[in-house]
């Protein structure tokens, strides 16, 4: 019932809108919508409703030439409906909020409209308060083992300290209520904490640049992957596909290869999960007019670090290859030495296990990736927002620099 109403109210806000704006002489692209409505314009009224929307520090979304889009939520108020048909009126009346509250229409088509039941389970209609919603929680709390009562057998997901003080940053407004694509000078201090977090995290690994916008190691991996691709297609190699990957290798590692384009070689370990350096040589080598990369975790999922790791990289270069380096055990060696150093090209690095953000129940997580300085230009980009490789392989995430919002924990750490 709560959600109902929340929908309903956040529809109203928008049919009020529309029906002023209408009035205004203004069309709206379609009669059917429920929080965000598009405007058609020409460009040149455009600019001075954006001018005017910037004075009163309202931002519209203007991407598309001809076109501003408004979306509303549960936090608009009929004020933000008063002040946006203002900016559209550059200077003319406008009509009274109680008259157009009258006049709006229904704007979802009755086809669209559900009529059937929904959400019976007796748990969505059990807890309405905060106490008890907060006992539910907790009741489903007592049924996993959690930090709260013990230490976690995560294997490699070792994780620092999670101090309070570090998460005290995701509670502030100035934090969380930034959308991401507001234009860049309004958010300067994030800027700042991005460049800074960066440069922290290029100086703990030894690469020369850093993407923060993968969302999770896994995306880390996709993501270095896609760069590796795309940096032997600006070399006219695009026919480079094979991805050697240890046999001791973490499910992802294969998974992210066959996502980004790549064909799945897979290479024999010894008896202590080493990597067969003989085997990897000779099937380098069998491949070599082929082979994109290898992808190495180093320490490995065995506990494992690679003695041979800088003649591995070598190898995989001599044949035409790129190195991979899987970071999901960069606890072992983070302040004590530099993988950048001895020979990986990309490397992926886990925010929420090596550097403080908290880590269980699938997030959140952040997986930014490091190159080394002939890869950079092909760092992940956005088509919303400058930013990234100036030949960057597109967005891996929704948002320009990913889970943003939480990177002041890492920051602090």
């Known amino acids: 019932k709560g959600l109902k109403v929340i929908a309903e109210r956040t529809l109203a806000m928008t049919n009020i809108l529309a029906t002023g704006l209408k009035k205004l002489g203004y069309k709206i692209q379609s009669e059917n919508y429920f929080d965000t409505i598009t405007v058609l314009e020409n460009d040149n009224l455009i600019n001075q409703i954006e001018a005017a929307a910037e004075g009163d520090k309202i931002n519209f979304r203007t991407t598309t030439p001809g076109q501003i889009g408004i979306s509303f939520d549960e936090k608009t108020q009929l004020s933000d409906i008063e002040n946006i ?223 041979e790791i800088v003649k591995i990289c070598d190898i995989i270069h001599e044949n035409g290859g790129q190195v991979y380096m899987d970071g999901a055990n960069l606890n072992a060696q983070i302040g004590l030495c530099l993988p950048g150093k001895f020979g990986p090209d990309v490397c992926h690095m886990n925010l929420h296990k090596t550097f403080c953000i908290p880590h269980g129940g699938g997030g959140p997580g952040v997986g930014p990736i490091g190159v080394k300085s002939h890869l950079a230009d092909f760092l992940p980009n956005h088509p919303v927002v400058t930013m990234g490789g100036k030949d960057g392989v597109g967005p891996i995430t929704a948002a320009p620099w990913g889970s943003a919002s939480i990177l002041p924990i890492s920051w602090m750490y």
Request: hydrophobic share 40%.
């Open 85 to 307: 048909l203002k900016i559209f009126a550059l200077g003319k009346p406008t009509p009274r909020l109680e008259d157009l509250a009258k006049e709006a229409k229904e704007s979802l088509p009755k086809g669209l409209q559900r009529t059937s039941p929904y959400l019976q389970h007796p748990v969505f209609n059990a807890y309405h308060s905060e106490t008890e919603m907060m006992r539910y929680i907790r009741k489903l709390e007592g049924r996993d083992l959690s930090l709260t009562r013990s230490m976690i057998p995560l294997g490699s997901c070792t994780m620092k300290l999670n101090a309070a003080s570090e998460l005290y940053p995701i509670t502030w407004p100035e934090v969380n209520s930034l959308h991401p694509f507001v234009p860049l000078e309004q958010a300067a201090g994030y800027l700042e904490l991005f460049h800074t977090l960066e440069n922290y995290l290029a100086a703990c690994t030894g690469f020369d640049a850093i993407s923060l916008q993968p969302n999770s190691g896994a995306q880390g991996e996709y993501a270095g992957l896609l760069v590796l691709r795309k940096y032997h297609i600006s070399r006219g190699e695009g026919h480079r596909v094979v991805c050697l990957i240890p046999s001791s290798a973490h499910g992802t590692n294969p998974a992210s290869a066959v996502m980004a384009g790549m064909e799945v070689v897979v290479t024999r370990c010894d008896k202590n999960g080493n990597i067969d350096v003989e085997d990897l040589r000779e099937k380098a080598i069998l491949h070599k007019d082929r082979l994109a990369a290898l992808m190495i975790t180093y320490p490995s999922t065995h506990g494992v670090f690679e003695e």
